[in-house]
């Protein structure tokens, strides 16, 4: 036997292995610590995942204050009865009582973050309200014995939610008119009449609505009524008296203007027709008019109309709009997305 060739042998050995352990040494190194940073990255999922639904549960229910400044007032939540009790009582006493009690709803209308307030939604079965429709002081205003004289009959179709629903969630499409005609009461016990449109309108007959008892979600189309009617059990079995009052009177429901969507309202196909008339049942028929077409509207988008120059009316073709977060289709252009009428 060579015990020299052996020697050697070993020796080189001995160097491939510590040449393969200088390789591989620093390979393991990278596979230990890319299982750790993988393990945090677990952990730290599983931290946020359970944050998130964590969060959406918060956000489920918005809580009203409990308490006011300066008063035993707090916002009347559905079912209570106060809220669909009618006829409520006219006010006849323009005086420093009513004006401080005018001034506690709407310090409770800014606490709340609403826009607008209504005897009823914070207990008192009388014909007055306030709202602000803006951020301006000036703006406010205060609503006594009020009646709409008038209705127009273009409606716009938007989101609404209100406090005494008491969640985010319970928030649905309502159909309000463009412009109305109004006379009322001021605080002093002065007449008025006015004419509103666009938000203040909306945020007007809001409010008109709660003296008579409707809430918005009355208004809701099924689709809508149907997708928050779990926050609407939720606040049902929140009270547990034995009064509660869950639908509106049958009569001031029916002689509701404008009428109730009976489905969740899409953007119609436009033409040159002059109306574009959304059918519902017997008691429900909406008609949306085909408005001409305007510049950098937010809201609801317009399309069409116009004449082309010259004697000769050319007939123009059929120009099909939609909204496209509700079609998969790119040829379908879009015509805007709604506001979210603030909480009233």
């Not at 610590?33 to 639904?53: A, D, E, G, V």
């Not at 005086?95 to 008192?124: C, H, N, R, W």
């Not at 939610?161 to 002065?190: K, M």
């Amino acid at each position: 036997m060579n015990f020299q060739s052996i020697s050697s042998n070993t020796a080189t050995m001995l160097l491939i292995k510590l040449h393969l352990f200088a390789i591989l040494a620093p390979l393991a190194e990278s596979l230990l610590q890319y299982q750790r940073l993988n393990l945090n990255n677990k952990s730290i999922h599983r931290h946020r995942h359970h944050n998130r639904h964590h969060n959406n549960h918060d956000l489920q229910m918005r809580l009203n204050p409990t308490s006011f400044k300066g008063t035993d007032y707090i916002i009347t939540e559905f079912p209570r009865p106060s809220l669909r009790r009618t006829p409520n009582a006219p006010i006849s006493k323009f005086d420093d009582e009513f004006s401080s009690k005018t001034q506690t709803m709407l310090s409770i209308m800014y606490e709340s973050k609403g826009v607008g307030l209504a005897a009823p939604q914070i207990g008192l079965n009388e014909l007055v309200f306030v709202y602000n429709p803006s951020d301006a002081k000036d703006m406010e205003r205060v609503v006594c014995n009020p009646t709409i004289t008038k209705f127009s009959e273009d409606v716009i179709v938007e989101e609404e939610g209100c406090l005494s629903l008491r969640s985010d969630e319970c928030a649905g499409q309502v159909a309000r008119s463009e412009w109305i005609e109004t006379e009322y009461q001021n605080e002093l016990g002065q007449k008025v009449r006015r004419r509103l449109k666009g938000f203040e309108a909306r945020v007007f007959q809001h409010e008109y609505d709660h003296l008579k008892g409707i809430l918005c979600y009355d208004r809701f189309p099924p689709e809508d009524r149907e997708a928050v009617q779990q926050s609407i059990d939720r606040l049902l079995g929140l009270y547990d008296e034995d009064d509660a009052l869950i639908d509106p009177d049958v009569e001031e429901a029916r002689a509701a203007m404008p009428r109730p969507l009976s489905a969740r309202w899409m953007p119609p196909l436009e033409s040159d027709d002059d109306d574009v008339s959304k059918g519902g049942d017997d008691d429900v028929d909406v008609v949306f008019q085909k408005q001409k077409a305007k510049k950098g509207v937010g809201g609801f988008g317009m399309g069409g109309g116009g004449k082309k120059a010259g004697n000769k009316k050319e007939k123009k073709k059929k120009v099909k709009v939609r909204n496209a977060a509700r079609s998969d289709n790119p040829k379908f252009k879009t015509t805007g997305k709604t506001k979210f009428a603030s909480r009233k």
